[in-house]
């Protein structure tokens, strides 16, 4: 995700916890979260949720959808984009991460939302292992750096004996205390890993991220992350 023409900084981050309302119970909202920012006319909610497979099989995601609420008012409803990675273990966590826009008033000027809580209601489909993701060996490292910029380094081994084609690296920011606050990922298109190889990815958070973060006092400990990718054939 890249915010373009950013007119203000972050108002506020919602730790919101594991508020959801799911109709299946393979895939659980670990906990979920939003940034409010400002762009030009409009105001910006970054959603974001940490989703564990419980079940003993591999999960994707069928359907869903989240729902932003101010109190008991609903305000928005939404379709999740996808599942990043697309396809989970048991025991293995993926992430969502959506925008909505709202857009100005009759007036011309933008409305701030007020968001308390976010709803996600989600159908999963169980997938044969067979046709399932390879995982990949995944290390991060985050950096800052003296401009108050922050990057996720990402190094992704193959340990199979198969060239990883175009892999899908997703990764979760956490403080100290374990908040999930941030989640991005990309599918890197026209690249293969060979057996044995290794591959860095990049990640460069915008400073607007940083900057509301910092007005919170809140740091970032730790990024976890989840590679895998799929034969051509699958």
């Not at 981050?13 to 920012?37: K, N, P």
């Amino acid at each position: 995700m890249r915010l373009k023409q950013l007119a203000a900084a972050v108002l506020a981050v919602l730790a919101l916890g594991a508020a959801c309302a799911q109709a299946d119970s393979e895939g659980r909202i670990v906990q979920s979260s939003c940034s409010i920012v400002r762009s030009g006319e409009y105001y910006l909610v970054y959603c974001f949720a940490q989703v564990h497979n419980d079940s003993d099989e591999v999960i994707c995601l069928e359907r869903g959808t989240f729902d932003l609420h101010d109190g008991e008012q609903s305000l928005v409803s939404r379709e999740i984009t996808r599942l990043w990675p697309s396809f989970l273990a048991p025991g293995e966590d993926g992430y969502y991460f959506d925008v909505i826009s709202f857009e100005p008033g009759e007036d011309g000027q933008a409305l701030l939302p007020t968001v308390s809580g976010i709803d996600y209601n989600a159908v999963y489909t169980t997938v044969d292992a067979s046709y399932a993701s390879y995982d990949l060996s995944a290390v991060s490292a985050v950096e800052e750096d003296g401009a108050g910029r922050i990057t996720v380094t990402c190094e992704l081994t193959n340990t199979t004996d198969m060239v990883a084609y175009e892999p899908t690296v997703a990764f979760g920011l956490y403080t100290d205390s374990g908040s999930m606050i941030y989640a991005d990922g990309r599918t890197i298109q026209g690249v293969g890993i060979p057996a044995g190889g290794s591959l860095v990815v990049r990640f460069s958070v915008d400073s607007v991220f940083v900057e509301q973060w910092k007005q919170y006092g809140v740091s970032i400990a730790e990024a976890r992350v989840n590679a895998a990718f799929r034969m051509d054939e699958d």
